[in-house]
């Protein structure tokens, strides 16, 4: 075996709780090491997107490349791999991770340890990376970073001493930050003559040069020119180039063992690369792929309609621009009465399905109506067969259905003991199950409980931030389908049933969901030039009602010389309401109704 | 219905000239100044002491800018003025003066607002001789603790002898109501319009309280929508105020004015009519052709020019009652402009027309026609006639009673036939 000297290689990432300072951190890095010079620093580097920044998450992965001279005076390779900070993005973060050989895993000196803090702790020990603890915003009057040394002894098990104090805000620390990743993190190794084998971690769509991968080299290499391989999807590709971010695409000769870098693909299909997948030698395809590869499954899904109808193609070509950097994103057509053609939509979760309608709506300049956010049901008809259900409105009829399944969610939730009882009742309000709970330390209990997933997509996140004064933090995976009594709820305005309005909801909640729903909907769909009754209804049967009363006056009765510029900008502001609402039979209804049931008070 | 021909004013004729008339129709003159401001009040005024020298000054200069403008000749067809507020009343002995400027241009209507408190037996006189026809009162309520909710600073007594002592001088006389106000019932409403309507006044007008930003009434209630200002309640109010001023013979020609036959006041009718004016003092708008915009520049030289596809400008007076003193000449003003070009103008148009009980008549229909897609057109003729906000009668289009009500439907459906966005400017 013929090894490369990758001993001044060092890949790893930065992994943290969601606002615990990831990416100040990867900032400063950048900036301590002179890849990007301060005056061009936009304050958080490597969120790209214009909805990273703003929010302060990480949504892509991204690496890059930046050289660091050591106190012992030598140049290292840092390949800083920034993953994902939310729950949604549970599987990228692992690819991420694969790619790895240490991993920093940044704790607010503040916080402390936190849901997130744990399962990425857990996905970074499980994929035996180098674990180098950093302690954040040390800066903080309120910071106690003994306590918190204490809690990641504690409650990840990871030995504390080696830990490092940092500011990302100041960026004090930073540079013994990468002295330790020098000393505590393996560098890389592989065999630089067999088969190429490299894992992708993210792609992204370039329009001139199609899809670009950015990989981990783990055996081989790869030059422009070689016609490679997707192991999973089995796709063959001519290397276009290859290179490295730091941060700007900068290309390089080859690609070899230990090396973290991007490969122009030049295919151009979205879908044909994916997260996880192994990029291999056509011609000398390596034994085994990369482990770990599945396909990311959406987990939520939703309707998504233009306001203008003639935005349809518009809105199926901005799909397929965004599922090329996003390949988890799936949809199929979908067609309602109410709305028109539009798409059923699949996400990861519930921030990704905001981040991507946001995008939408603001990249592709689209107007658009989401729909009550759903799950995958399984629908067993009495004939035997089985239904793979996401929308209400393909239910089928009640006497064809035998029973529902609907998918369950293993979920943590990390919270200082006063709030246990606050948090078990909300799990039993959204017809949880608590399982077990463990004191982590004095200061914190893991909750471990079972729960529908349709339920934790409503409000429950919200609802855990608010009765826990946001001091809890929620993880969850996927546990398995089970039976429940659930049934569709439909509504109807002005007497027209609106199918885009219709959800399925366990028939126990099915009055309370539903009275709720005609208030909400009541108090958001403006008064018209006529009464608009609201009802809900299961099968035929109405079990509530309200009633927006008919707008009987609008006109602002002063109108001389000096009011009419004033007069025209009140229209004109009107107009530009109006064009927000969608026209069903006869009642303008504005986006947010759609929504509505995500705002229903459960109290 | 405003029988156009009957009225003497200046109303031209729906055609295309009416869009390149150099001249204007009626006059304008804003008098920012009132005893004590009252609680709705959003109007360019300010409460003014009595000793202030300021509103005589004022008068004196809005009288220069009108000699300014004499020498363009824009004035030349015009038949009506109004002095407005603000409470003109206020001025006293320089109102008189003021009101003889006005007069050789508004041969046929010279119409000025005035408060009960303000106003006398003698001023009355004094202003008719000056050439004053007719005078609009601000009594707002005849209820007392209404009045006094409002921020009015006279009681119901004054109010109804101002108005009677108005009727008897032999001016024609408006009064102002308002509803939908604190402390208002249906039946202390109906009280206030028998007993304005008792005094004998020909015209009165109605306006649901409109609570404003920047009034006190804002500070008090924000954007919630108080009990007492309820569109429901507006709508009520509106309802009784048509049905007792109808029973005594007024019939209502605009949203909120209504008038005996034959008493309208013109020179509001020209606002909703696509007639040019000229408005002199502080805030007040002008609404010129784009001939007559650039007579206007040749003595306010600091007007940007007109692009070529501007067909109607709308300037605004910026400066304030001070500056105004201190340097009265036109080329000093700050002004604000608006261009319209004509599809915006005939849009403007059909919007004020739809606020008259005459409608819109097939003439500005068929302009419109010409200068916006017909078939758009027609598209919102059919559905205002669709939604029961308007009914065609003999060519015209006319609004319904939910038309009255529900107007800024109507309007902003009209309004909607403009395209692209109004290039405003200052200078």
């Not at chain 2, 010279?110 to 001789?129: C, G, I, K, Q, T």
Request: glycine share 8%; charged share 25%.
């Amino acid at each position: 075996m013929k090894t490369t000297d990758t001993s001044h290689i060092r890949n790893f990432s930065i992994i943290a709780h969601i606002d615990h300072g990831k990416s100040t951190i990867s900032d400063r890095i950048l900036e301590l090491t002179h890849t990007v010079e301060e005056r061009d620093l936009e304050s958080q580097m490597l969120d790209s997107m214009d909805i990273e920044r703003e929010r302060g998450i990480t949504i892509k992965s991204n690496a890059v490349r930046v050289t660091y001279t050591a106190d012992d005076g030598q140049d290292y390779d840092f390949n800083l791999i920034d993953t994902p900070g939310h729950v949604d993005f549970t599987y990228e973060v692992s690819r991420s991770l694969a790619a790895c050989e240490g991993a920093v895993l940044v704790v607010d000196a503040t916080q402390g340890v936190e849901a997130q803090t744990v399962s990425n702790a857990n996905l970074a020990m499980n994929a035996d990376l180098d674990i180098v603890p950093a302690i954040n915003k040390i800066d903080l009057p309120s910071a106690h970073p003994e306590e918190v040394k204490r809690e990641i002894e504690e409650e990840l098990a990871i030995p504390a001493e080696d830990s490092v104090l940092v500011s990302g805000k100041t960026g004090e620390g930073i540079h013994d930050l990468l002295e330790a990743i020098v000393y505590l993190v393996s560098p890389p190794s592989g065999d630089a003559d067999a088969p190429l084998k490299a894992l992708i971690l993210d792609s992204y769509f370039d329009e001139y040069r199609g899809i670009i991968a950015t990989v981990r080299v783990f055996d081989g290499q790869i030059r422009p020119g070689a016609r490679l391989r997707m192991m999973a999807l089995g796709d063959t590709f001519l290397c276009d180039g290859v290179g490295v971010k730091r941060p700007l695409e900068t290309p390089v000769d080859v690609l070899g063992v230990g090396e973290v870098g991007y490969v122009v693909t030049g295919l151009k299909e979205p879908g044909l690369v994916k997260t996880g997948d192994t990029i291999t030698e056509d011609e000398r395809p390596c034994a085994e792929a990369c482990p770990g590869y599945h396909e990311a499954k959406p987990m939520v899904f939703t309707g998504l309609f233009p306001i203008d109808n003639k935005q349809y193609e518009n809105l199926r070509d901005a799909l397929e621009k965004l599922h090329v950097n996003d390949p988890s994103l799936t949809w199929e057509p979908e067609t309602s009465v109410a709305l028109g053609f539009g798409f059923r939509v699949g996400f990861l979760g519930l921030l990704h399905m905001e981040v991507v309608k946001e995008r939408l709506e603001r990249e592709f300049s689209l107007d658009l109506i989401a729909t009550s956010p759903s799950v995958n049901y399984h629908v067993y008809c009495t004939d035997g067969t089985m239904l793979q259900i996401t929308s209400p409105q393909d239910l089928p009829d009640v006497t064809r259905i035998d029973h529902i399944e609907e998918p369950y969610l293993k979920a943590k939730v990390i919270v200082p003991p006063d709030f246990m009882g606050a948090v078990m009742q909300l799990v039993v309000d959204h017809r949880g199950e608590t399982k077990d709970m463990v004191y982590l330390s004095e200061r914190s209990v893991e909750m471990h409980f079972d729960i529908p997933l349709a339920e934790l997509i409503l409000d429950f996140f919200d609802q855990l931030k608010s009765r826990t004064k946001g001091y809890a933090s929620l993880d969850y995976e996927f546990s398995d389908y089970r039976t429940s009594d659930l049934v569709r709820l439909d509504i109807l305005l002005a007497g027209e049933e609106v199918d885009a309005l219709s959800f399925i909801v366990h028939r126990d909640k099915a009055y309370d969901m539903a009275r709720g729903l005609c208030d909400k909907l009541k108090e958001i769909i403006p008064q018209q030039l006529f009464e608009v009754p609201i009802q809900g209804a299961i099968g035929n049967k109405i079990i509530s009602r309200s009633t927006v009363r008919a707008r009987r006056k609008d006109v602002l009765a002063k109108c001389y010389g000096g009011d009419i510029s004033r007069k025209r900008k009140l229209l004109e502001k009107q107009k530009e309401g109006k064009k927000r609402m969608k026209s069903i039979g006869r009642v303008e209804v504005p986006q947010e109704a759609f929504l509505a049931v995500l705002k229903v008070d459960d109290d | 219905m405003v029988p156009e021909e009957a009225t003497g004013a200046f109303v031209p004729a729906w055609d295309r000239a009416r869009y390149h008339l150099e001249g204007v129709g009626s006059l304008y003159v804003h008098v920012p100044f009132c005893r004590s401001k009252c609680a709705y009040c959003d109007f360019a005024s300010g409460a003014t002491r009595a000793d202030d020298p300021l509103p005589a000054a004022y008068a004196r200069a809005i009288a220069r800018q009108l000699r300014e403008v004499e020498e363009t000749g824009l004035f030349e067809p015009c038949r009506t003025g109004y002095l407005g507020g603000g409470t003109p009343s206020l001025l006293g002995a320089a109102l008189p003066p003021l009101v003889r400027a006005v007069a050789p241009h508004a041969p046929t209507e010279l119409s000025f607002e005035a408060n009960p408190d303000s106003l006398s037996p003698d001023l009355l006189e004094r202003v008719r001789e000056a050439g004053a026809t007719r005078v609009s009162i601000g009594v707002q309520s005849t209820s007392a603790s209404e009045l006094v909710a409002l921020g009015r600073i006279h009681g119901p007594e004054r109010a109804l002898e101002a108005l009677r002592e108005a009727v008897t001088s032999g001016l024609r006389v408006s009064c102002d109501l308002m509803c939908a106000i604190p402390r208002q019932t249906g039946a202390s409403w109906e009280r206030s319009l028998r007993n304005v309507l008792a005094s004998g006044v020909s015209h009165v007008s109605v306006y649901p309280l409109a609570i404003e930003e920047g009034t006190a009434f804002w500070r008090r209630y924000g954007e919630e929508e108080p009990e007492f200002n309820a569109s429901d309640v507006q709508a009520d109010r509106m309802e009784a105020a048509e049905a007792t001023l109808t029973r005594s013979g007024l019939r209502r020609y605009e949203v909120a004015s209504y008038a005996v036959p034959g008493q309208e006041c013109l020179h509001n009718v020209s606002y909703w009519t696509g007639t040019p004016y000229l408005g002199f003092g502080t805030s007040a708008a002008s609404m010129l052709t784009r001939e007559g915009y650039l007579a206007l520049r040749g003595v306010a030289p600091q007007l940007p020019a007109p692009g070529d596809d501007v067909a109607r400008a709308r300037v605004t007076v910026m400066s304030t009652a001070r500056q105004i003193v201190a340097d009265p000449a036109l080329g000093s003003l700050r002004l604000s402009v608006e261009f319209l070009d004509l599809r915006q103008a005939v849009a403007e148009d059909l919007m004020l027309s739809a606020r008259l009980a005459a409608g819109i008549p097939g003439g500005l229909l068929g302009l419109a026609r010409e200068a916006a897609p017909a078939s758009q057109v027609d598209a919102v003729v059919s559905r205002a006639c669709d939604e029961g906000l308007a009914t065609l009668e003999g060519g015209r289009l006319v609004p319904t009673h939910s038309g009255w009500l529900m107007g800024n439907e109507l309007y902003g459906e009209l309004w909607g036939l403009a395209e692209g966005t109004i290039d405003t400017r200052t200078c």
